[in-house]
């Protein structure tokens, strides 16, 4: 099976922080996704990468960057983070949309 | 605009019986579409599947139906276990539409299943 892995279950940082969220998967998949869910909003598409050092702006990237330097490993960064930015972020992995979305178990960011 | 649209956000049921959750879709370019289940505090996980080719696909208690007429997909759960109570999720993806490999959710419908 894929393995999808997020370094942390869960981080709380302070407004302002610079944070990394990574993200690593073990099956040799080209398309990498950041998504961030919250409540009554269902999931929003932050980023993307179709191949190692691509990436491709989501639907609502503004705050957030992306580093992609080797094919298994997705970085999500918040360059200034803000309470806004407190949400569950979630990492996908995908040979083709033909083959669905691996996703990993989550990240529950709080900035305070 | 919101391409994929899951218009109940609750649904509740009793076990044993039927679950029937919607979703609707506004991009003709879509020819493939699927249902992700997402417990508290975890990724969501790949339920099933279905092509534009087929209209029902089913896989144990788990059954999606799809009028492209309509634009409609549903999932049929039967028979319902509290187990099931989760977030379902409605994604759909344009295969040959240059779609950069990416999935379209829906926003989810809470699914709670009562003993």
């Known amino acids: 099976d894929v393995k999808v892995t997020q370094s942390s279950r869960y981080l709380v940082k302070r407004t302002g922080e610079k944070v990394f969220l990574e993200c690593v998967q073990d099956?040799?998949?080209?398309?990498m996704f950041w998504y961030r869910q919250d409540p009554g909003l269902g999931l929003r598409l932050i980023y993307f990468?179709?191949?190692?050092?691509?990436?491709e702006k989501g639907d609502i990237p503004e705050g957030y960057s992306v580093s992609r330097e080797k094919k298994e490993r997705f970085s999500l960064i918040l360059e200034s983070a803000s309470t806004n930015q407190t949400s569950m972020y979630l990492c996908a992995s995908s040979l083709s949309p033909a083959y669905g979305y691996t996703f990993g178990s989550g990240t529950r960011l709080t900035v305070v | 605009d919101q391409q994929v649209k899951q218009n109940s956000p609750s649904l509740s049921v009793q076990e044993g019986r039927i679950s029937i959750l919607n979703c609707d879709y506004t991009n003709s370019m879509f020819d493939y579409f699927l249902w992700y289940k997402k417990y508290p505090a975890e990724g969501p996980t790949f339920l099933i599947s279905i092509s534009s080719i087929k209209d029902k696909n089913e896989d144990g208690r788990f059954t999606v139906f799809l009028n492209k007429s309509a634009k409609h997909l549903s999932l049929h759960i039967v028979p319902s276990q509290p187990g099931d109570s989760a977030v379902y999720f409605c994604a759909a993806s344009a295969r040959s539409g240059g779609s950069n490999y990416k999935l379209t959710f829906g926003k989810g419908t809470l699914l709670t299943v009562n003993p």
């Open positions: 990468s179709y191949d190692v050092k691509m990436k």
């Open positions: 099956m040799d998949h080209e398309n």
